[in-house]
């Protein structure tokens, strides 16, 4: 899903959507897609509608997240989890996990975290720095009441 543009993203996951719908094989990306995607039936109207949603903007001033960037976001993290990138972040989402008792819910501790480390290289105009988003978990997690042990 690297290098494509905003429109092409979005018919990923209405194709995923509609190819589940019709019981079509999927690709390994899209069968986790899928599993994204279930796991968030407040999306699946919209996913039901490119017609009306595939050009729609969601501004922050709406109150209103983006679906695409949500779900596309999950996609992110799956990816981490599957390769242990940065190094620690599948050891950080295990505690999670154990201390949450909710994958899901797991994943959005880190999806938050993440969301913050791209802000904050947007801010400061700097890289991703694969160690502050470490440490941004690792807040949360105190947050949490999840102890933390480097």
Not at 1 to 18: C, E, G, I, L, W
Not at 94 to 110: G, I, N, P
Request: proline share 6%; net charge negative; aromatic share 8%.
């Amino acid at each position: 899903m690297f290098d494509v543009s905003r429109d092409q993203a979005r018919q990923f996951f209405f194709d995923v959507r509609k190819k589940s719908q019709h019981s079509l094989p999927l690709t390994p990306l899209e069968d986790v897609a899928l599993t994204i995607i279930q796991h968030h039936p407040e999306y699946h109207a919209m996913l039901d509608d490119p017609q009306r949603y595939l050009d729609k903007d969601w501004r922050s001033e709406e109150g209103i997240s983006n679906p695409f960037l949500h779900l596309g976001l999950h996609l992110a993290i799956e990816e981490q989890l599957s390769i242990d990138q940065p190094p620690g972040i599948k050891g950080h989402y295990d505690r999670l996990c154990h201390s949450l008792k909710d994958e899901h819910q797991a994943r959005h501790v880190l999806l938050e975290s993440l969301t913050e480390m791209i802000w904050q290289a947007q801010v400061n105009q700097e890289p991703f720095n694969n160690q502050n988003y470490l440490l941004i978990i690792e807040e949360r997690m105190r947050q949490l009441g999840i102890e933390f042990r480097p």
